[in-house]
Structures are given as C-alpha cells and as structure tokens.
C-alpha cells in the first residue's frame, strides 16, 4: 500500500468519529498551549531579566579598580598604561578603555554646578551607544571639548536670590548647555579658599576659569526611561590630560594620588579600566586573572549566571506543569486509537485476508494518532500566540506603557517547531501499542467478529 494511500484512509477514518477525535484533538489543544504559554513565560521573564542587565552596562564588560588601600603592602597596584597593554595581551580580551574621573565646578551666570567629568578614548564612545540629542560625541578636536548627558542640569543650583536648585524648585536651569558660554573651574579647593588668607596672611587668589566649549548634548529619554549616562559630563581622554597638567603644572591633580613626600606622580593614573571580552563565556576566566593580579574586578557576569540558573529551574517547572496537560491528552489518544480497534476489528481481518502488509495496518494506526497530535498541535499553537498577545497587552497595560508589547510572555521560531513535533511524537508514542495490538489480531478471528 502507497504512502498517499495510507495517508487518505487514515484521515478518512477519523473524521468517521467527529465527535471522538474534536474531544482527542482538544486534549493536546490543551496540552500543547499550557507547554507554548508556560515556557513563553519563562523565556519572557529570562529575556526582560537580560535587557535589564544590559541597560546597567554590557554584560561582557568587566571593571577593574585599584586594591583597597592596605598599609601593610610595599607594593601599590596603580591601574596604568603598561597594565593596559598587559591586560590587551590576554587572550579574548577585545579593547581595554582607561577611565580618568575628576570633579569640577560648573558657572553660568547665577547658576553654578558640580559636573562628573569622565574622560575617555573616542573608541569607548562608539560602543557606549549614547543617544545623540544635539550635536556630537567628543572626537578628534584640537581642543577640550565637553559631552553632557541628560541630566546633567538638575546639577545646577541658582546661587543668588531665591531660586535654589532643581530639588527645590522642581524647575530646571534656563541654561542652553549648546550654546550658553559655560565656565569650568578645575581647582576647586583653590576656588572655595580664595579671599581668605592663608598661614602668610595674604588673600589668596581665585583660580582661573576656562571656557570649555560643548560638542554635544545627549538625547532624554523617553517616558518611563533611564540612562545610565546621563549624570556625567564625558570629553576624550587624552585632551583632559593635556588640560589637567597644564592647568595644574607641578601640583597636585585632584584624585591623583602623591608619593611618600607628597609631590605628584609625573604619570597619570587611571580611575577605571573597561575590559571587554569577547564572550560572556570568557567574563569569568579574566576577571579571576584580574583578581589574581591583586585589583578589583567586577562584571555583570556574575550575577546573570546566577540568575540564568534561577531561571532555568523556573522555566522547568513551568514547563513540567504544562506537560502534565500533553501527558493526559497522550493518554485520551490511547483510550481513542484502542476503541477504534475494538470498532474496526472485522476492517482489520479483512485487510490482513486480502494480504495487506502488517507493518502497513500498523502504519495506518499510528499516522492516524499522528495526525490527532499534529491539529491538536497547530490549533494549540495558535492559541498559543493568542494568549501571548493577551498577556503582555495586560502586562503593558499594568505597567502603564502601552507600546511595549514584547516583555512577559515570549514565543521563538525554535519553541513553535519543537512544540510542533513534539506534539506529533506524543501522538504516535501513544498510538504505538494500539497499532501493534492491530497488528496482532488473529484474522480469521477478527473476522468472524460481531
């Protein structure tokens, strides 16, 4: 017997029993959308704890920092140029970018404001991703240029009459920081002790001020929306430097540590080093190198692989609660296949008389269970997406952001196929032991049957 013919006998047989076969079919309906839904919700859950991740900082970024202090080392750790380069030998280290913090003073007008100022090479801008609102991220200038992130005017307080600051007040600064000409005071100690004589008795002087030009303004961020970038003040590494030696010369630079006698290191030392690997496989392997070496490093690796394993568990149990469901329609194919045996005994003998193949009766029974799985298969599937689509438009509703529809209940193209065949095979493992008792039957017996 042809493939086509056992293929149109076994879906003919079915629809015999309408009745029996919608309520069979319901069952792995059931099964098969509790399975999709449950580990959608598991996968949702996974999905939005990673984009979270990702928006406190790439999740294959590891930071070092200096050693804590300890007064019982000979040796300080600083985090300089010759331990970037031994940091760019490693294997599966992409980048290394040094991180040059310092505070300084902020004045426009009758508003003053104390910036986080991060200088850093151009490369790390690119992969920083920062949303551009106005003009441009610090590049190749010939001079310093600064970089302010969204939030970077709640910094400013109004220093005369009573306009206080921000928290106060609830209003922002009227200050353009495009286009508004804004003073940097880089010496601040010197700057809040001017007019007051020192152990001399003389007045000292104000420092200077340096008008910094703005390359660019960050974007804001939607509603219900944050960035990470957005109270610092950012411009490119090497030019701070230029700027912070000069302005300073032979002094101490703030955040800079000084040696034994007190006088400042000719070298500039860093605050941070970015460390991109190339993997999330690869995070822990450097991070404990770094470690090793004696400084600090941190990475988002460690608590994702933590919470991936939480969300394994979570995802099985999801999942095991929905296979319960394919486990009883698995059953209800069974109890449906021996019945129509027990129906189409005589069918059965009459085919094996005229020498019909065993292995294709037994074909017949289990293409027919087959297909029970593959519609209850497909409909649970697209209940499946309904649900899904129900789901995160409550949740999106709850949460009052409307646009974001893809977060709690998530379905890929793998867990449709898979759910798909899965279904099929449940269908024909459950059909298996009635096709063999088809197989079985006596057909002199099955046709003398009543």
């Not at 902020?106 to 551009?132: C, H, R, T, W």
Request: proline share 4%; glycine share 10%.
């Amino acid at each position: 017997m042809k493939f086509l013919d056992l293929l149109r006998m076994s879906s003919a047989n079915l629809w015999k029993r309408k009745v029996r076969t919608i309520l069979t079919v319901l069952g792995v309906v059931i099964g098969v959308a509790s399975i999709v839904v449950m580990v959608s919700l598991g996968l949702g859950l996974s999905r939005s704890l990673m984009a979270q991740y990702e928006s406190y900082g790439s999740l294959t970024q590891i930071e070092v920092n200096e050693p804590w202090n300890d007064s019982s080392s000979e040796e300080v750790k600083r985090l300089d140029q010759t331990l970037i380069e031994e940091i760019k030998a490693l294997e599966h280290v992409e980048s290394v970018y040094p991180v040059l913090e310092t505070q300084v003073l902020a004045k426009y007008g009758s508003y003053e404001g104390y910036l986080q100022l991060q200088g850093l090479p151009q490369e790390a801008f690119a992969d920083m991703n920062i949303e551009v609102g106005q003009g441009r991220l610090p590049g190749s200038d010939s001079q310093l240029k600064f970089f302010y992130g969204c939030e970077v005017l709640q910094n400013f307080s109004n220093i005369k009459g009573s306009g206080g600051s921000y928290w106060q007040t609830g209003v922002l600064p009227d200050i353009d920081l495009m286009n508004d000409p804004i003073f940097i005071i880089f010496d601040m100690d010197a700057y809040y002790a001017s007019g007051t004589p020192d152990e001399n008795g003389q007045t000292q002087k104000p420092p200077k001020k340096y008008l910094i030009e703005t390359c660019g303004v960050e974007a804001t961020p939607g509603e219900n929306q944050w960035s990470q970038y957005g109270w610092y003040t950012y411009c490119d590494i090497d030019q701070l430097i230029v700027e912070l030696k000069k302005i300073f010369k032979n002094k101490k630079i703030p955040g800079q540590p000084t040696t034994k006698t007190g006088k400042p290191y000719k070298e500039i030392f860093y605050n941070r080093l970015l460390v991109n690997v190339e993997s999330m496989d690869y995070v822990m392997e450097i991070q404990t190198y770094l470690k090793d070496l004696g400084y600090n490093a941190y990475s988002q690796a460690e608590w994702v692989e933590s919470e991936q394993k939480t969300m394994g568990y979570i995802q099985a149990v999801l999942g095991g609660i929905g296979a319960v469901s394919l486990f009883v329609a698995a059953i209800g194919i069974t109890n449906t296949m021996m019945m129509s045996i027990y129906e189409r005994t005589k069918e059965i003998g009459v085919m094996k008389v005229l020498g019909c193949d065993l292995r294709n009766i037994g074909s017949l029974f289990l293409m027919e269970a087959g297909f029970i799985g593959f519609i209850g298969g497909v409909i649970g599937l697209i209940l499946s997406f309904t649900l899904s689509i129900v789901i995160n438009h409550v949740a999106a509703s709850a949460a009052g952001n409307m646009t974001d529809m893809s977060g709690i209940s998530y379905i890929p193209i793998w867990l449709v196929f898979l759910s798909l065949v899965f279904a099929i095979l449940v269908g024909m493992v459950a059909g298996f032991f009635p096709a063999r008792r088809a197989m079985k039957l006596s057909p002199l017996a099955a046709i003398r049957n009543e």
